[in-house]
């Protein structure tokens, strides 16, 4: 059974940081593109960082600069650094992994975890 579970949401005032952790189980993590999404109240769910297998990141030009993603294997875990943290980082954030191979596509996400950035 694949499991993607999203930690470290929370409530934090403009400027802050949050550390978002998504632990994975039930596939083999190392072969995944990861990535973490967000969706906003109203809003479509939209990109926000990606990390390949091989440790490749791509950003989108809104968490460029303030945010990192970063994985690791052995804990078959993916983190989302979040800084200098603005009120239209209101969000949940999801996880997600992706497997591309040359016969099918594998697609999971996690539950989800809130994000609040208000004073």
């Known amino acids: 059974q694949v499991q993607l579970v999203e930690s470290g949401g929370g409530l934090v005032q403009p400027g802050g940081s949050l550390r978002l952790s998504c632990s994975a189980s039930?596939?083999?993590?190392?072969?995944?593109?990861m990535g973490w999404y967000r969706q906003a109240p109203g809003k479509q769910r939209e990109l926000v960082a990606a990390?390949?297998?091989?440790?490749?990141?791509s950003y989108t030009q809104a968490a460029k600069g303030r945010f990192t993603i970063s994985r690791d294997n052995a804990k078959n875990t993916v983190y989302l650094q979040m800084d200098s943290l603005k009120p239209e980082d209101t969000a949940v954030y999801y996880c997600?992994?992706?497997?591309?191979?040359?016969?099918?596509?594998?697609?999971?996400w996690g539950q989800g975890t809130q994000v609040t950035v208000s004073s």
């Open positions: 997600n992994a992706v497997y591309i191979g040359s016969a099918y596509k594998r697609d999971y």
């Open positions: 990390i390949t297998g091989g440790g490749s990141t």
């Open positions: 039930g596939i083999g993590f190392r072969a995944y593109d």
